[in-house]
């Protein structure tokens, strides 16, 4: 449970989260009164002079719609500093634009997909070199740390198997070693969890998840209370370009005023619906840290405000009558992605992790049977009719 900053004790940005979701970084139009930031849809800004501008020169560098989603992001995460980029993907690999050829890098063996992606196909080709390791095993990572490990990547909860990782413990493994903790906090978001209160050096988000929330947009964010780290996030955003539109940044600004709201709902009805496939007969496991039977439950009790949205299981299933029943949900959309307002289902043996070899994927506990389902704001009993009814369709 992270304290609240006092709405009058001079902080940048003030009030509740509640309120800074709605108000930060974004004031009335001065010229007009327009009470929604405007969509400034310009590349370029006149000068007052040669090398006077007012703030901005070009919207690759800056453009205000960004600016405003920057400082309202920054502000969810109770940090001093925001950065957008074009999507999650392109905010990673700004994380790793920092290092250098020689460096070594220690992350998650269940990290995002794409991350995973990234790492091996990407930054290996420029001498980076990766250990995946266990992030809940501490001994394991102390173990895979060297001399040259310049960054350490933690994912809470992860994916599919909803781990949870102890965001502190990790951060002081990865400073007693000199090296930077970065934490993607997509699958959490600031509303339930916000990592730089933990000793986190930079929080990574995909927007395109929960905190733009309508299944509408691609985007990304780094955001840090270190000065120089930011400089650096900004140095990259103008060199590489990964940036987003104006039209974007406004459709994350409208999420992020909702966030707590639908949180609140996407945690309440995930909480039901996994009480329920617990109890449900067809069912093998639950993964979901709201769980008591769940391995890190009192440490997401701990460092998180509620536990979230995602929520895994395993059928009593072979990977065809699983397909069916992932096939014959209604209100559930199969559908990669999460944390839309719509509910959506998957089957990670066939979809998100159809790449991994069988053997292998089974060895990381994702059996043919497992389904990945991100719990919208639907009514609950809409979706859990949905569910049983095609647990039983399928598994006739
Ligand atoms: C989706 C996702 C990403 C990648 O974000 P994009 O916006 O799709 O590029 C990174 N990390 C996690 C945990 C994600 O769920």
Request: no cysteine; net charge negative; aromatic share 6%.
């Given at each position: 449970m992270t304290e609240q900053i006092d709405p009058d004790d001079g902080q940048?940005?003030?009030g509740r989260f509640e309120t800074r979701s709605i108000h930060a970084g974004q004031?009335?139009?001065?010229e007009t009164g327009a009470v929604m930031p405007p969509i400034y849809a310009t590349s370029t800004y006149v000068q007052d002079g040669p090398g006077e501008d007012r703030g901005?020169?070009?919207?690759?560098?800056?453009n205000p719609t960004r600016t405003a989603l920057e400082e309202n992001l920054a502000a969810l995460e109770n940090a001093e500093y925001g950065r957008a980029f074009a999507s999650g993907m392109a905010s990673i690999n700004t994380v790793l634009n920092l290092l250098e050829a020689g460096d070594h890098v220690v992350a998650g063996?269940?990290?995002?997909g794409g991350t995973h992606r990234l790492f091996r196909q990407v930054f290996e080709q420029y001498n980076l070199s990766f250990s995946f390791v266990d992030t809940t095993d501490h001994d394991a990572v102390l173990s895979a740390m060297r001399p040259a490990t310049e960054l350490v990547w933690v994912e809470t909860p992860t994916n599919p198997l909803m781990r949870v990782n102890d965001i502190a413990a990790l951060a002081d493994i990865a400073h007693d070693h000199d090296a930077l903790c970065a934490v993607d906090n997509t699958f959490a978001t600031p509303y339930l969890q916000q990592p730089l209160d933990h000793g986190?050096?930079?929080?990574?988000?995909?927007?395109?998840?929960?905190l733009g929330g309508h299944s509408d947009v691609v985007g990304g964010a780094l955001v840090t209370d270190d000065e120089h780290l930011d400089e650096r996030f900004g140095f990259y955003q103008n060199s590489v370009g990964a940036t987003p539109d104006p039209f974007a940044c406004f459709l994350v600004l409208r999420g992020t005023k909702t966030l707590p709201l639908r949180m609140d709902r996407h945690c309440e009805n995930a909480r039901t619906i996994a009480e329920r496939l617990d109890a449900h007969p067809d069912v093998s496991h639950v993964y979901y840290p709201g769980l008591?039977?769940?391995?890190?439950?009192?440490?997401?009790?701990e460092q998180m405000r509620d536990f979230g949205g995602m929520v895994s299981f395993e059928l009593?299933?072979?990977?065809?009558e699983t397909a069916d029943f992932v096939s014959a949900t209604e209100v559930f959309a199969l559908a990669e992605s999460?944390?839309?307002?719509?509910?959506?289902?998957?089957?990670?043996?066939?979809?998100?992790?159809?790449?991994?070899p069988r053997e292998e994927r089974l060895e990381a506990g994702l059996a043919d049977g497992l389904v990945r389902i991100s719990v919208g704001v639907e009514h609950v009993e809409d979706l859990w009719t949905d569910l049983e009814a095609a647990i039983e369709a399928a598994l006739a």
């Open positions: 940048p940005h003030g004031e009335p139009d001065g901005y020169e070009y919207s690759r560098t800056g063996d269940d990290v995002y986190a050096d930079v929080v990574s988000h995909s927007l395109t998840k929960y008591d039977s769940h391995p890190q439950h009192d440490l997401a009790a009593d299933a072979t990977l065809d999460l944390g839309g307002v719509e509910s959506l289902i998957e089957q990670p043996a066939t979809m998100t992790h159809a790449s991994i």
